[in-house]
């Protein structure tokens, strides 16, 4: 059975950081992109930031880029996500998904990650 657990949220001032995990269980961790995705109340679950197979290559949307950083270790079976300076506008529930991929890309898409974890709350005050 497939688990992904995000952890590390919580309230944050802006100018501090703020590290999430995403720790997964039941799959071949190197075999999978990971993404993060961010869900504010009454909108819909925008991308953040995705990494590939082996970290290599990782993308950021331009709301967070410069402030935010992915990264991952296979061994351990986890994702991180690094926010720095938040801003209110970070505010929302940060989910983390998988998606199995042959090529040592990342993934934009949310509808194309099979697996997701059930959240984690950041809110991000000023």
């Known amino acids: 059975q497939v688990q992904l657990v995000e952890s590390g949220g919580g309230l944050v001032q802006s100018g501090a950081s703020l590290r999430l995990s995403c720790t997964a269980s039941?799959?071949?961790?190197?075999?999978?992109?990971i993404g993060w995705f961010r869900q504010a109340p009454g909108t819909e679950r925008d991308f953040v930031a995705s990494?590939?197979?082996?970290?290599?290559?990782?993308y950021y949307s331009e709301d967070v880029k410069g402030r935010f950083t992915i990264s991952r270790d296979n061994a351990k079976m986890t994702a991180f996500l690094q926010m720095d300076n938040p801003k209110p506008e970070d505010t929302a529930v940060y989910y983390c998904?998988?998606?199995?991929?042959?090529?040592?890309?990342?993934?934009?898409?949310?509808?194309?990650?099979?697996?997701w974890g059930r959240g984690t709350e950041v809110t991000a005050s000023t």
């Open positions: 998904g998988a998606v199995e991929k042959s090529v040592d890309r990342t993934t934009v898409t949310a509808q194309l990650y099979g697996y």
């Open positions: 990494i590939s197979r082996s970290g290599k290559n990782v």
């Open positions: 039941g799959l071949a961790f190197g075999n999978y992109v």
